[in-house]
């Protein structure tokens, strides 16, 4: 699917947020979170013909931004030709279809736009599931709502997926599909899981790559690992977890994963869908946490993948915040920490120091060592096999030499047997 249209064939969208004074900080519209609108907007397809923020102290409960301001956004839809509105605001289903009732065209929220967006990206038969999941996990509370979004037919924005059939005639088929994708991503958790127990057996720690959409986890993912997936300069490029093998050191493997984009205002069904593969996080060992160096928004996009690691990983999961894009900025401009490196992924800039972040955060709770054991324990051999990184046995005069990686249990273990510690 191309990507730049010509602007007189794209859907043409006025932009609309509302900043409420009893809003929490995710809830409220800005003038940042419009522009990031905007590009979710390209990214799905359309093209911004206007923007309008409105001030007030509570959100009204029938047209949300006040029927006064609900004309004016009627009247710029019509001077620029505009087939919808889509508004930076999550809306209820009264909401919509009062908009829509008085501006005279389809309204779509912030969330419904985000879910097109992944209705288009997901390749793969896990990532397809998933979107569907959310998609109709977002639709059937709207049903009632959401007139003129779902009697389109299908080929703009806020139509793909489910919203093409007549979803508001039978929830109760809805509900039964909610059950049967949910039934089949248990599925996909279950294969996940076993070949995450493989994993953990061969002692293969694992590395998840998290960050804001577009801050360059698929670029440094190729660069690491030459994985060859497409890596462009747009939002939520990747939905699909990809992983691959890479060597740190001569004495650090791991497998590193990529993971779907964090973004402001994430709608919840899509995080509860993709839980299937953002789980890794739980089960990572380390956490790349990627970032825009050059992003004007980047503390607060920070903050958004910060609140999202601390609700998904394990609390004791160390982080290395990767400074990405540092040749777009001026060195001083990069905070600099224990963790913390600065790396241009595109160029390929600084990759030895990011690797052996990676390997000093990583083999901190690592053991490199020779242990000499005794052929009456020749049985923990087999353990060690099933629970560390196993590099060499041979079989002396002396007793079984095993050359070996250890966490911290099994090295406590079998510390009297260490007769070398590389």
Known sequence: MEENFEKHIQERAVLVGLNADLFTKEQTATDETLDELEALLETAGGFCTGKVLQNRHAPDSHSFIGEGKALEVKMLVEATASTMVVFDNELSPGNIRALEEIIGVTVLDRSALILDIFAQRAKTREGRLQVELAQYKYLLPRLSGMGKSLSRQGGGIGTRGPGETKLESDRRHIRERIGRLEEELEQVRKVRGVQRERRMKNSVPVVAIVGYTNAGKSTLLNRLTGAGIPANNRLFDTLDTTSRQLTVSDNLDVILSDTV??????????VNAFHATLEELEYADL????????????EEHMAVVEKLIAKLAKPETPVLNCFNKADLVYPEDIPHGENTVAISAARGMNMEGLLKAMERLLVDSLHHVVLRLPYSMGGTVETLHDGAQVKNVEYTPEGI????????????RLRAYVVKEC
Request: proline content about 6%; overall charge negative; glycine content about 6%.
């Open 261 to 270: 984009g964090f973004i402001a205002k994430l709608p919840h069904h899509l």
């Open 401 to 412: 030499e095993i050359q070996a990686v250890l966490d911290d249990i099994l090295y406590g």
């Open 287 to 298: 956490l790349l946490h990627v970032i825009d160096a050059s992003d004007p928004n980047r």
